[in-house]
């Protein structure tokens, strides 16, 4: 059979199915009217003004004092912070391949590190970084005598990231090292090059594309954080914090849309490298799975110093986390270190706490199960069927992972507040708890499409076949044969979708209303105004909910033996 004989079968089935076809329609449809419509509207906004297209937008913005800074500043933050991210995580990562540790604890302690930032809200360092080192901070004025300490700014930000984002690195280098073949170091070994000289030589360029991932990752989500510079940052802004400022302050949502574009068109230029260029040099230059166990290295002179190295990043960061909850106990922050549950008890009944925890719950119990299912159904159309499209279902659900959250804010707002859609019925949806929804599934979308499709490409072609043989339609071999093969996944896409959703701010606090209380715009707002006990009242509660989730999902997929969540 030759190609063209291969693509009209291809075609032939492919209609043969109007369930197929209709869910392929729809997805497309949807992916172009929430993630691709919302961009196309902020670059119209750029260039068109009076109803006449013009560069003056553009112009304009780029002249403005504020913008240059933002724009350096973020340059500067993404690269110091992916930096140092992607070191931690190496270390982290070679530590747990490598080295064999003395200690059980030591093993959990490192564990736990590197999945406590991936799971909690991404503001809780910088609460504990002004909790512990600010002004009032229980470090510098309490313990050191320091009352002029400044941790706003750079320092702190980069600091307070860099804790937040290096465990994305150690999960992405971790996988790496573990493909190395052990044969290939052990023959320099042999030939009697030293542990260093064995890492620089053999290791180090073979992972050398995986560090460039890495790092592009993580200057990726430092540029689209808004939280985090919002909170720490001080006077060190950011392109992220600058659009919020351009919208909510200035009140120019034009220029604000050309800002969005400068920081999509670096976040998007730096995601296709990562993922078009170095994905692919990263599985070249790995030799798979390895032949037999590594011989774990246990000389003192290498394992003490990157366990002690590790110990002491990880009890800085178990510091932090426990000192959010400290700081809801004290009565006054850097005054009275008395405990006290005062600052729970106003959360929950005076800054409107349990309706901003229903609130959030509700929708991101929502958008989870939409968000986890859609993810799926990508993954299963991506890997599983061949039309023509598919390659834009897969561009489209990916692409959101480039999109910042203020981006997509700012995107909703000129789209469906104004745009094609300045009446009829898709205008109804800005404003309501509908477009918070959305929000959160197409935030969400990409890191479930992307498990998905791993899950997929593990599973025999002819497990499905079998099925279609027997007269299934697409709709059927789906949710009773593919589905259950990957429920793994599945329920670890739910749960993360559900994570990210409660968390979430940045892609919220341009479209949230007083109809809807979300957790994270109320931190957001007593950090600002320095109630860091209710502050800290409310991220404890969070992370109480979120730990929560993530156990109960735990012994869920432990009862059908699966793997656990989070695990390679």
């Given at each position: 059979?030759?190609?063209?004989?291969?693509?009209?079968?291809?075609?032939?089935?492919?209609?043969?199915?109007?369930?197929?076809?209709?869910?392929?329609?729809?997805?497309?449809?949807?992916?172009?009217?929430?993630?691709?419509?919302?961009?196309?509207?902020?670059?119209?906004?750029?260039?068109?003004?009076?109803?006449?297209?013009?560069?003056?937008?553009?112009?304009?913005?780029?002249?403005?004092?504020?913008?240059?800074?933002?724009?350096?500043?973020?340059?500067?933050?993404?690269?110091?912070?992916?930096?140092?991210?992607?070191?931690?995580?190496?270390?982290?990562?070679?530590?747990?391949?490598?080295?064999?540790?003395?200690?059980?604890?030591?093993?959990?302690?490192?564990?736990?590190?590197?999945?406590?930032?991936?799971?909690?809200?991404?503001?809780?360092?910088?609460?504990?970084?002004?909790?512990?080192?600010?002004?009032?901070?229980?470090?510098?004025?309490?313990?050191?005598?320091?009352?002029?300490?400044?941790?706003?700014?750079?320092?702190?930000?980069?600091?307070?990231?860099?804790?937040?984002?290096?465990?994305?690195?150690?999960?992405?280098?971790?996988?790496?090292?573990?493909?190395?073949?052990?044969?290939?170091?052990?023959?320099?070994?042999?030939?009697?090059?030293?542990?260093?000289?064995?890492?620089?030589?053999?290791?180090?360029?073979?992972?050398?594309?995986?560090?460039?991932?890495?790092?592009?990752?993580?200057?990726?989500?430092?540029?689209?954080?808004?939280?985090?510079?919002?909170?720490?940052?001080?006077?060190?802004?950011?392109?992220?914090?600058?659009?919020?400022?351009?919208?909510?302050?200035?009140?120019?949502?034009?220029?604000?849309?050309?800002?969005?574009?400068?920081?999509?068109?670096?976040?998007?230029?730096?995601?296709?490298?990562?993922?078009?260029?170095?994905?692919?040099?990263?599985?070249?230059?790995?030799?798979?799975?390895?032949?037999?166990?590594?011989?774990?290295?246990?000389?003192?002179?290498?394992?003490?110093?990157?366990?002690?190295?590790?110990?002491?990043?990880?009890?800085?960061?178990?510091?932090?986390?426990?000192?959010?909850?400290?700081?809801?106990?004290?009565?006054?922050?850097?005054?009275?270190?008395?405990?006290?549950?005062?600052?729970?008890?106003?959360?929950?009944?005076?800054?409107?706490?349990?309706?901003?925890?229903?609130?959030?719950?509700?929708?991101?119990?929502?958008?989870?199960?939409?968000?986890?299912?859609?993810?799926?159904?990508?993954?299963?159309?991506?890997?599983?069927?061949?039309?023509?499209?598919?390659?834009?279902?897969?561009?489209?659900?990916?692409?959101?992972?480039?999109?910042?959250?203020?981006?997509?804010?700012?995107?909703?707002?000129?789209?469906?507040?104004?745009?094609?859609?300045?009446?009829?019925?898709?205008?109804?949806?800005?404003?309501?708890?509908?477009?918070?929804?959305?929000?959160?599934?197409?935030?969400?979308?990409?890191?479930?499409?992307?498990?998905?499709?791993?899950?997929?490409?593990?599973?025999?072609?002819?497990?499905?076949?079998?099925?279609?043989?027997?007269?299934?339609?697409?709709?059927r071999v789906f949710f009773t044969v593919t589905l259950p093969l990957i429920k793994d996944s599945f329920l670890s896409g739910l749960v993360t979708a559900f994570v990210r959703s409660i968390t979430a701010i940045s892609a919220v606090i341009l479209l949230v209303t007083p109809r809807w209380k979300m957790v994270t715009i109320q931190i957001n707002s007593l950090a600002e105004k320095g109630d860091y006990g209710e502050a800290c009242g409310f991220?404890?509660?969070?992370?109480?909910?979120?730990?929560?989730?993530?156990?109960?999902?735990?012994?869920?997929?432990?009862?059908?033996g699966t793997s656990k969540y989070m695990e390679e």
């Amino acid at each position: 059979m030759n190609k063209n004989q291969s693509a009209r079968l291809d075609r032939t089935k492919f209609f043969a199915d109007p369930v197929l076809v209709v869910t392929v329609f729809l997805l497309i449809a949807m992916l172009l009217l929430f993630v691709l419509y919302p961009l196309v509207i902020l670059l119209v906004d750029s260039f068109l003004e009076e109803g006449h297209l013009t560069g003056a937008i553009f112009e304009r913005v780029l002249h403005l004092q504020r913008f240059k800074v933002a724009f350096w500043n973020t340059l500067l933050d993404g690269m110091i912070v992916g930096v140092l991210s992607t070191l931690i995580g190496l270390l982290f990562a070679y530590v747990d391949v490598y080295v064999r540790l003395r200690s059980r604890i030591l093993e959990k302690l490192f564990n736990l590190v590197a999945l406590l930032p991936v799971v909690s809200p991404p503001f809780v360092l910088s609460l504990s970084m002004i909790c512990l080192f600010g002004r009032a901070g229980f470090i510098t004025k309490y313990l050191l005598g320091i009352r002029n300490s400044n941790i706003y700014g750079l320092g702190g930000l980069a600091v307070v990231q860099t804790m937040t984002f290096f465990p994305v690195c150690y999960m992405m280098l971790r996988g790496l090292l573990r493909n190395i073949d052990p044969s290939l170091e052990e023959a320099a070994r042999d030939m009697g090059a030293s542990r260093w000289k064995v890492f620089t030589s053999v290791t180090f360029p073979l992972i050398l594309p995986g560090l460039g991932n890495a790092f592009l990752v993580t200057f990726i989500e430092c540029a689209a954080d808004f939280a985090n510079p919002m909170l720490i940052g001080g006077n060190y802004d950011t392109l992220a914090t600058t659009i919020y400022l351009q919208i909510t302050g200035a009140y120019d949502k034009q220029g604000a849309a050309a800002m969005a574009i400068v920081l999509l068109s670096i976040t998007i230029v730096m995601f296709i490298i990562q993922k078009y260029y170095l994905e692919s040099k990263t599985a070249a230059t790995l030799t798979g799975k390895a032949s037999r166990a590594r011989m774990p290295i246990t000389e003192k002179r290498v394992t003490a110093p990157l366990t002690v190295l590790c110990s002491l990043i990880s009890v800085f960061v178990i510091v932090m986390y426990v000192m959010v909850l400290f700081g809801a106990l004290f009565k006054v922050w850097g005054r009275n270190y008395s405990l006290s549950l005062e600052h729970f008890r106003r959360v929950l009944f005076m800054h409107g706490g349990l309706r901003a925890f229903k609130d959030s719950a509700i929708l991101s119990a929502i958008a989870s199960p939409i968000t986890a299912v859609l993810s799926m159904i990508i993954a299963y159309l991506v890997v599983k069927k061949r039309f023509k499209g598919r390659g834009l279902i897969e561009l489209l659900s990916i692409l959101a992972m480039a999109v910042p959250g203020t981006v997509l804010g700012v995107g909703y707002i000129r789209g469906f507040s104004g745009g094609i859609f300045h009446s009829g019925i898709l205008k109804g949806i800005y404003g309501t708890s509908l477009i918070l929804i959305i929000a959160f599934v197409v935030r969400s979308l990409p890191t479930g499409t992307r498990s998905g499709i791993s899950a997929l490409r593990q599973i025999d072609k002819s497990i499905e076949e079998s099925a279609i043989d027997l007269g299934a339609g697409s709709s059927r071999v789906f949710f009773t044969v593919t589905l259950p093969l990957i429920k793994d996944s599945f329920l670890s896409g739910l749960v993360t979708a559900f994570v990210r959703s409660i968390t979430a701010i940045s892609a919220v606090i341009l479209l949230v209303t007083p109809r809807w209380k979300m957790v994270t715009i109320q931190i957001n707002s007593l950090a600002e105004k320095g109630d860091y006990g209710e502050a800290c009242g409310f991220a404890t509660i969070l992370i109480i909910i979120v730990y929560a989730v993530v156990a109960l999902m735990n012994l869920f997929i432990k009862h059908f033996g699966t793997s656990k969540y989070m695990e390679e």
